[in-house]
Structure formats: structure tokens, C-alpha cells
């Protein structure tokens, strides 16, 4: 592990002077590399597809507090961290589909529009330049098994991975895509790998610097990752997904054949530009892309203490069993 940093002052007084625009000059390790350790948030109103009534990719800022402030869940977060009327009495889970049964202060979802190289961004896709996942026919009808596979409760083990405390929605990735909450990375950066922890199941996904996939046989629930630099740039290569991927019910999909590349820079002391690729025929009708930002965090990752033997899957199960006893009764 690389065991001092610096910053060099002269090329960045260089970049200052010798162009009308400034370059930035990231801290670096004695290797030269930028250090893109630290503890990072992807939290955003901005999701990674456009809303349907927006049509374009930048907005102005105008636009971008018009977003927010039409944003249904950042509204919610408003609302519920107001005091309770002392009329309104105790919760007693019959409005839980009017969403008091999972109050906001379990929730983080950010509540701006994500800013991406000085842009407000209304999608982290930009290409297709609609802002929409390119979807096959085969990769709907791909989509549509797998929810009707997790409207199956036979038994735990048919259950979306994110129920069994096993995997996230979204926040392990590749790409990682900011969610309802526990939107929170810590990066660890030695010279012969990379590591990346998400808030979310705790689950650390590692980056071999200059390393090789292993054969196609051999898969993984989050794909086999890869890494190298090109320049000041961290290429993160994924590939050998495990079938399982889909259960974990990720904003996209993919499958054995999925290739996805990811690219990190730092683009300043409080940002990370995440730019990735996803490449699957199997699913997509053309290789899709995407630009993301990590905003820096100063406070440490605590524990995300979900485990499979909580209370949500017996209750799960057991509601189940009861509504297969109910229907059964009837004449």
C-alpha cells in the first residue's frame, strides 16, 4: 500500500496559467496514481433513466429545482419529517400502502438532481440519448420471467435476494445506481487491487489491477472484476455474472453475456466522475452508456446489520401460508 501522498503544486499553477480553463490536479500517491480512496454517496433525485415527461439529458438550473421540487419521494421526505398532528394518533399499520408504514427517517434518497461535470442531469443515461434501457424483445420477456419468479413463495429460497439480506437493488452494481436509501461507498486503493464497499448488505466487490478473467465456467452473483489504468483513469472490466444476478431485482439486467465496463476519475477534491458501458446482446438492442458522479463523504460506513433469520421473511412466508389457507376455504 502506497504509504505517502502529494499534490504537484507546479503542474497545477501550470494548468492555471498556461490554459484559459483550469485543469484539475488530483492528490496523488508516490506511485502517481490519483487517490480515489475515501468514503463516497451517490444519492440523488436523479435515477439512472429519464422521467417520461422530461426530454432532454442537461438541464438548466431552473429546470433542475422544477425536477426536485416535483420529485414524489423528496415531497415525502418533506412531509413526514413534519411533526405528527396530536390528533392523528398512533400508527397502526392500516395506511402502510399510504406509505406511513416505512417512515422517512429510515430513508435517504438525496434530494437534489445529480450534477455530472457541472451539468444538472435528468438521467445518468446518456445514450440511447432518450434516456431509456434499451430493451430487447427478448430482454422484456427476460424481465417479465424474472418478476413473475419473485412472485413466487414457496420457500426462502425463492425470494429476491434483497429480502434474504443476501445482495442489494441496485447499490453493489456494476454500475452502482443510487436507490431508496444506504447510498453510501467506502474505495480502498492499493497498487494490485481496488476495493469497493457498499453501505448496502455490506458487500465488498474487488477489483484485480491488471488481472485476467477466469474461464466462462466460472461465474459470479456480481461478476469477475478487472482493473487497469489509462492515464488518470481507473477501468474497471466486469464480466462471468452468475443466472442468480436477476433475483437480486437490480434496476437492470445481466446475464452470462454481459460486459460491463466502468470508469473512474477524479474530476475534484469532492467528486468522482463514474462513467460506464453496458454491452449484452442478450438483453439490449445496442451497447447503452452512462455517466454517474460520486460526491465525497466524511464519515465513516456503519454496519448494515440485515441478516437472513430476520423478522420480514417468517412474516413473509407465513402471510403466505395464510392467504393459500384463505383461498383454499373459500366455496
Known amino acids: 500500500m502506497p504509504i505517502s501522498l502529494y499534490r504537484s503544486g507546479m503542474m497545477a499553477v501550470c494548468a492555471f496559467v498556461c490554459s484559459s480553463s483550469f485543469a484539475y490536479e488530483p492528490l496523488r500517491w508516490t506511485d502517481g496514481k490519483p487517490v480515489l480512496q475515501g468514503f463516497w454517496t451517490n444519492s440523488s433525485i436523479t435515477d439512472l433513466e429519464r422521467p417520461d415527461h422530461i426530454h432532454k439529458l442537461v438541464l438548466s438550473e431552473q429546470e433542475a429545482q422544477a425536477m426536485a421540487a416535483a420529485d414524489p419521494l423528496a415531497n415525502r421526505v418533506i412531509e413526514d419529517a413534519k411533526p405528527t398532528a396530536p390528533d392523528a394518533g398512533l400508527l397502526d399499520g392500516s395506511d402502510l400502502l399510504a406509505g406511513r408504514g416505512y417512515n422517512t427517517f429510515w430513508i435517504d434518497p438525496g434530494m ?183 460526491n465525497a463523504f466524511d464519515e465513516p460506513i456503519f454496519e448494515y446489520a440485515c441478516h437472513e433469520g430476520n423478522l420480514s421473511m417468517p412474516g413473509i412466508l407465513s402471510g403466505a401460508r395464510r392467504q393459500e389457507r384463505s383461498s383454499q376455504s373459500r366455496p
Request: hydrophobic share 30%.
Open 112 to 294: 437534489q438532481v445529480g450534477k455530472v461535470k457541472g451539468e444538472y442531469r435528468s438521467s445518468w443515461i446518456v445514450e440511447p440519448s432518450d434516456g431509456k434501457i434499451p430493451w430487447s424483445r427478448n430482454g422484456r420477456d427476460y424481465v417479465r420471467r424474472a418478476a413473475e419468479r419473485r412472485d413466487n413463495f414457496d420457500g426462502p429460497e425463492v425470494r429476491p435476494l434483497g429480502e434474504r439480506c443476501l445482495a442489494t437493488t441496485g447499490r453493489t452494481g456494476p454500475p452502482m445506481i443510487n436507490g431508496l436509501y444506504n447510498n453510501h461507498y467506502q474505495i480502498v486503493q492499493t497498487p494490485d487491487h481496488v476495493l469497493i464497499l457498499s453501505e448496502m448488505v455490506q458487500h465488498a466487490r474487488v477489483v484485480t489491477m491488471n488481472g485476467k478473467h477466469p474461464p466462462k465456467e466460472m461465474t459470479f452473483m456480481f461478476g469477475h472484476s478487472i482493473g487497469w489504468w489509462e492515464g488518470d483513469t481507473l477501468v474497471v472490466e466486469t464480466t462471468n455474472f452468475h443466472p442468480m444476478h436477476e433475483l437480486y431485482a437490480h434496476p437492470l439486467f445481466h446475464t452470462e453475456t454481459s460486459v460491463v465496463t466502468e470508469r473512474f476519475t477524479r474530476y475534484a477534491d469532492d467528486q468522482l466522475l463514474c462513467e460506464f458501458t453496458i454491452e449484452d446482446p442478450a438483453l439490449y438492442t445496442q451497447v447503452w452508456r452512462g455517466e454517474s458522479r460520486f
